[in-house]
């Protein structure tokens, strides 16, 4: 990696959304180290301030501290989202008010958005990928075509403020792609 490649993100700050519990820890994990190692600032939000637990698919794995809750963070403060997958962890967010509107003020501001794995569902929920092509872990393509995107089984998708990718094995190619959008930016 050259310098250049390690500065891309450097002066910006890149959200990552989470439900307290549930998150896939290798989705929130390696975006998180490209984020850093590019140059970028990560931080936690949450819908309580605290702990967040993350899973290995079923099993508990690390727990990480929270900076922020959606309530209280300001998209104004962020360069990029992040929303890292893992079934329960989009589950939960998409019922959460506060991540919600988090998400859909994210995206009226214009700001680019990386979505992995169950990740989009929080997208349908907040009514923002109308138009959109997007991919995302197999079984969330009719919750996806019913919200009026295109869905297509690829390991990267990008589309304008938009970076999908389907599972953990796709995570080489949606860092490159997260870290180039959020550069963009």
Known sequence: MTNAD??????KTIAFGVANEGIEQVELEEPWNAVRAAGGAAVLISMEVGKAQAFNHLDKADVFDVDTTFAE???????GLVLPGGVANP???????????FVQDFV???KPVAAICQAPW?????????GRRLTSWPSLQTDIRNAGATWVDEEVVRDGWLVTSRKPD????FNRALVELFSDA
């Open 6 to 11: 390690t500065t891309t993100l450097q002066g």
């Open 91 to 101: 589950d939960t967010l998409r019922t959460d008010e506060d991540a919600v509107r």
């Open 73 to 79: 963070a300001s998209v104004s403060d962020y360069d």
């Open 108 to 110: 009226a501001a214009g």
């Open 122 to 130: 929080t997208l349908v929920e907040a009514g923002v990928l109308e």
């Open 170 to 173: 796709d995570l080489p190619a």
